[in-house]
């Protein structure tokens, strides 16, 4: 053992049950101790206590393990842990192959399982989402089941891959803290998105860097666009490591940007905070941990320039970064661009209206034109049902579509108080599918929201100039722009493995919808003309 390492256990045993645990007894599913010789990186994060912790990092870092050897740790120690994952399927398979295995292969955790077992004999068999060790226990809960968020008295919640969860879920974890006083949260992820998920809780942390030192001495906190490539054109890129050559049989260093000297990206280094906050938090990228090449780091990288969903994994996967595609997501530009020198107020015409129903009404009423553009008359939001129907009496609307999920009973008594209000529903349909007796409307979700970007760009909506000027729409501006449109490898639609989908993360969207239902307004209302 190190000196650096041997200094680590010895203040461990001390100071943090965690490290400590990690260090001496852990053995992981495979039947082998945690390497902390390979992954000195690691060392600071098993020794940090802070209360609110995130990480967020690359693909094979081996994070997992830190989260098992936390969990089982504060459980032995008495503390009640509540650990999402994003699916039952995950749960399923996190239990059985990593915490059954290693408590099976670490003598000391289970010893500590067996003398439980013994004392809860009367007790029922642990299921697959509760296990008891020590004087505490670790509730293992699918991110997608309501039910698991509701009773469990916690003192830590470990959210492990953040972006997967169900963000709306995720939300009432919190609560089960409320009656600890220890009260630590835990948020890790390999990022999707930018100002989404893990990269914005990463973005109010002080945003602890790892920096290694380059042969002179400086210190660098290894980027792939400063030390490894340079751009030189529009998708052109060169090798930085100018003695390296593609028979070479040595991988590609990184190069410092100061001295143009080499780096050794997996030698020492510490981590370095870059901001001031409460909050902690790690990023980890393949730069600096596990064994992939830089080669073939590379090569991904290089098909990723060819291919937007091959460089959304590079940068997600490799390095640990939030990616947003261009063109995948609509913009404050594009809703500048369709905005005219006039102010909100009631006209006369064909007025029509787009209700998203949630904790609140998001609503927009619009006008109808000549040309088929829709005029921006109203964007706001109601907490009752009867100051909505007000509005829309208000502004004498003539048609609109409504959320039908899921306050259906409400949206039911709005739909039927109007002659020409449908509710609407997302389904696997081929075309929409109208039921005008029943007044509903069944349509893909995918292409609605496409057809609301579509819009902007076309100018088909317009917007007074209180959208930008005006304060009070900053909410929906932040809405409008929230979602991502992403391939899903394994989504299914139209008999079809894989297809594009919007995804709002942990931010809401509801006048995205909003827009989205009055668009399909006046579809049905062109479409019912006709007949």
């Known amino acids: 053992m190190s000196l650096d390492l041997l200094t680590f256990e010895k203040a461990a045993r001390k100071h943090n049950f965690v490290a400590w645990v990690a260090c001496r007894h852990h053995k992981t599913h495979k039947d082998s101790y945690l390497d902390f010789n390979k992954h000195k990186y690691q060392l600071k994060i098993y020794h940090d206590q802070s209360p609110y912790l995130v990480i967020i990092k690359s693909t094979q870092n081996g994070i997992s393990e830190y989260l098992l050897v936390r969990a089982i740790s504060h459980a032995i120690n008495g503390l009640n842990v509540f650990y999402v994952l994003p699916t039952f399927e995950l749960v399923k398979r996190f239990v059985d192959e990593r915490y059954t295995k290693s408590v099976q292969n670490t003598p000391y955790y289970h010893a500590l399982a067996t003398l439980v077992k013994l004392e809860l004999n009367k007790k029922q068999t642990e299921s697959v989402k509760s296990k008891d060790i020590g004087d505490g226990n670790i509730a293992f809960v699918n991110s997608f089941s309501s039910v698991g968020f509701t009773e469990y008295p916690a003192d830590e919640v470990i959210i492990d891959e953040l972006d997967k969860c169900d963000q709306t879920n995720i939300e009432m974890a919190w609560e089960r803290l409320s009656a600890s006083?220890?009260?630590?949260?835990?948020?890790?992820?390999?990022?999707?998105?930018?100002?989404?998920?893990?990269?914005?809780?990463?973005?109010?942390?002080?945003?602890?860097?790892?920096?290694?030192?380059?042969?002179k001495g400086h210190p660098v906190r290894l980027n792939w666009f400063e030390n490894f490539v340079d751009q030189?054109?529009?998708?052109?890129?060169?090798?930085?490591?100018?003695?390296w050559t593609w028979d070479s049989s040595k991988d590609i260093r990184p190069i410092c940007q100061v001295c143009g000297t080499p780096i050794d990206r997996n030698g020492p280094g510490e981590w370095v905070p870059t901001v001031e906050s409460r909050k902690r938090g790690y990023r980890l990228t393949k730069l600096f941990t596990g064994t992939v090449s830089v080669v073939e780091l590379l090569d991904r990288f290089t098909k990723g320039l060819k291919n937007d969903d091959t460089m959304q994994r590079f940068y997600n996967g490799d390095l640990g970064e939030a990616y947003t595609a261009s063109g995948?997501?609509?913009?404050?530009?594009?809703?500048?661009?369709?905005?005219?020198?006039?102010?909100?107020?009631?006209?006369?015409?064909?007025?029509?209206?787009?209700?998203?129903?949630?904790?609140?009404?998001?609503?927009?009423i619009k006008k109808m034109l000549p040309d088929g553009k829709l005029k921006t008359l109203l964007v706001s939001e109601v907490r009752e049902t009867g100051e909505l129907m007000s509005i829309l009496r208000e502004y004498n609307v003539s048609a609109g579509v409504i959320d039908g999920m899921p306050e259906t009973r409400e949206a039911k008594k709005i739909s039927k108080a109007f002659k020409m209000m449908f509710l609407c529903y997302f389904g696997d349909v081929k075309s929409d599918r109208i039921d005008i007796?029943?007044?509903?409307?069944?349509?893909?979700?995918?292409?609605?929201?496409?057809?609301?970007?579509?819009?902007?760009?076309?100018?088909?909506?317009?917007?007074?100039?209180?959208?930008?000027?005006?304060?009070?729409?900053?909410?929906?501006?932040?809405q409008m722009t929230a979602s991502v449109r992403v391939f899903n490898a394994d989504k299914r639609s139209g008999g079809q493995k894989g297809a594009y989908e919007w995804i709002e993360g942990n931010k809401p969207d509801h006048y995205l919808f909003a827009t989205a239902y009055c668009l399909i307004a006046r579809r049905l209302v062109i479409l019912l003309n006709k007949r």
Not at 443 to 467: C, F, G, M, S
Request: proline fraction near 2%; include cysteine; hydrophobic fraction near 35%.
């Open 181 to 215: 006083e220890y009260r630590r949260q835990v948020k890790i992820s390999n990022p999707t998105f930018k100002n989404m998920g893990i990269d914005e809780e990463y973005e109010d942390t002080d945003k602890l860097e790892w920096f290694v030192r380059c042969q």
């Open 328 to 364: 995948s997501r609509i913009d404050r530009d594009m809703i500048a661009a369709c905005v005219l020198d006039y102010g909100f107020g009631k006209e006369e015409g064909l007025i029509i209206a787009g209700i998203d129903v949630g904790k609140v009404y998001n609503f927009v």
């Open 437 to 478: 007796m029943g007044k509903t409307i069944t349509v893909q979700r995918t292409p609605a929201i496409d057809a609301v970007k579509e819009a902007l760009l076309t100018n088909a909506i317009q917007y007074p100039i209180n959208i930008i000027r005006d304060g009070k729409c900053s909410n929906f501006i932040d």
């Open 232 to 243: 030189i054109d529009d998708n052109r890129y060169v090798i930085r490591d100018s003695e």
